[in-house]
């Protein structure tokens, strides 16, 4: 199976603040490469797929990067409904996801 | 709107057996594939078994191979899980969820219910 994994595993951050989290596959997934937002209590969320397409209906402030093994996520400003684990998803083969990253208030 | 609600779940001894149900609404279900995701308390998610619109290709995480059976019913809209053998280890809470594409070919999960939550104790 491929291996996801994320940095970091939490975060502390201020509305406003530029996030990047990162996602690295233990070999190479082209671009298949997709992340999820969830909030406590709810279901996973999709963000953004195939590494860079925002999923329609998601603000353009998040934003996805990267081919290969190695990806980012990023929010240009971070909002008070942004506060919430993100998870990455391989869909290359047998879906797999990263361990995930909580973001939290500082 | 797209709905998907989960049915199905509760406390169960180990070694038996459960079966979830998921309700489909607001899209045409027989266009995309469907997949079960669980997710243990406090912990990630987990890829479980999904299949295609025709129920033609399926697949099974090694997890559950040979004891859960992943199917569905396109007159009903609805989705199934048959989970037999359970173990403590399967105790989470599990999300039906939405392909974006109609076949099993591993596209991005688009729509997620809010799941079921099957407890495995004795």
């Known amino acids: 199976d491929i291996q996801m994994t994320q940095s970091p595993s939490s975060l502390s951050a201020s509305v406003g603040d530029r996030v990047t989290i990162t996602c690295r596959a233990s070999q190479s997934i082209n671009n298949y490469l997709n992340w999820y937002q969830q909030k406590p209590g709810k279901a996973p969320k999709l963000l953004i797929y195939s590494a860079s397409t925002l999923q329609s209906g998601v603000p353009s402030r998040f934003s996805g990067s990267g081919s290969g093994t190695d990806f980012t996520l990023t929010i240009s400003s971070l909002q008070p409904e942004d506060f919430a684990s993100y998870y990455c998803?391989?869909?290359?083969?047998?879906?797999?996801f990263g361990p995930g990253t909580k973001v939290d208030i500082k | 709107e797209v709905q998907l609600v989960e049915s199905g779940g509760g406390l169960v001894q180990p070694g038996r057996s459960l079966r979830l149900s998921c309700a489909a609404s607001?899209?045409?279900?027989?266009?995309?594939?469907m997949h079960w995701v669980r997710q243990a308390p406090g912990k990630g998610l987990e890829w479980v078994s999904g299949?295609?619109?025709?129920?033609?290709?399926?697949g099974y995480a090694d997890s559950v191979k040979g004891r859960f059976t992943i199917s569905r019913d396109n007159a009903k809209n609805s989705l199934y899980l048959q989970m037999n053998s359970l173990r403590t280890e399967d105790t989470a809470l599990y999300y039906c969820?939405?392909?974006?594409?109609?076949?099993?070919?591993?596209?991005?999960?688009?729509?997620w219910g809010q799941g079921t939550l099957v407890t495995v104790s004795s």
């Open positions: 998803q391989q869909s290359y083969r047998i879906f797999t």
């Open positions: 969820v939405r392909d974006m594409g109609p076949h099993f070919d591993w596209r991005p999960l688009d729509y």
């Open positions: 607001g899209f045409t279900f027989d266009d995309h594939a």
């Open positions: 299949l295609s619109w025709n129920s033609g290709s399926l």
